[in-house]
């Protein structure tokens, strides 16, 4: 791999298994038509498998799931399938390299703290990438559909975001699990869990670009808030329970009651649009008190997230 990023998976890993798993990447790296990966248990090649996708985006080419396997005397040989030819992948991984370059150029200044650093990643991908819609390729589930179609689904915008993190030295991890949608569907879906400065907190770029630009209902949330609309195995990942990097509370639009709602209002009412979490329960009545200026108002039941957009042009 041209860039090596978080490796969180790997570190799961036993001895045995993390040899593997430096196998299976050094064969990808030079496309080998097969690859030892010495003595492990065939019930956990799958997971040696996911853990090398989830930590490296940039093996987009390789099509995990048909991925074929040998168990012999040494141990178990896979044959990996790749989606591309080694002079498309490096044509690919160049129109993606050149994305990240312009990301650093144009949104990232030396001496950005951590924090800045991760907001300028989420507010770039809402306002470069789409979500797919219409026919699933392979591409809308990774790095090529993200970077260089500008059109993915969550798995995309996931690896996509992984990746930008590991440019950035932000240490970052995807998130398998399911959501649930406002219309009460529950499907797979997948998100993030970023580090800062010691601390863990989810966040779900996706969901954000699907409620539009200026979204920051999913930034840096703990397991708790989370879970309001999310299942994962939370034995698998690190723990998410500190709420310093969380976006309302970072900006203090965090309101307590009714009164400090009408404060934070008053001060964001000159903007296009803005968020305030609610630390009480939403009464609609509110919507007359409050001193909402004219324009539109969406509330996530969920995560208590009030956002507003002004309808001036």
Known sequence: MEHQGARYYYSRLTDREKSAYDALC?????????????????????????????????????????????????????????CNTPGEVRLL???????????????IRPGMPPLAR??????WMQQHIRIADGAD??????????????SCVCEGFAHAYKLLCDRLHLASIL?????RRPDGVVEPHAWNITRLEGSTAHIDVTWDTALGS???DYFNLTDAEIRADHCFDGGLYPACTEKRFDYFTSNRLVAKDPAQLRQLIAAQAHKACFSVKLAFPWDAALLDTCGFPVGRIRYNQAQNVLFFQTDTP
């Open 118 to 123: 991760q907001i300028e990643v989420h507010r």
């Open 175 to 179: 998130v398998t699990g399911t959501a």
């Open 214 to 216: 200026g979204a920051y």
């Open 137 to 150: 390729t392979r591409e809308q589930h990774s790095v090529v559909g993200a970077l260089v179609q500008g």
């Open 26 to 82: 050094k064969g990808l790296d030079c496309f080998a038509s097969s690859v030892s990966l010495g003595r492990i248990s065939p019930t956990r090649m799958q997971s040696i498998v996911e853990s090398v996708v989830y930590d490296n985006p940039g093996y987009f080419y390789f099509d995990q799931r048909r991925i074929a396997a040998m168990q012999t005397l040494s141990g178990i040989t896979v044959k990996p399938e790749y």
């Open 93 to 107: 991984w160049k129109q993606i390299q050149a994305q990240l370059d312009a990301f650093m150029h144009t949104r």
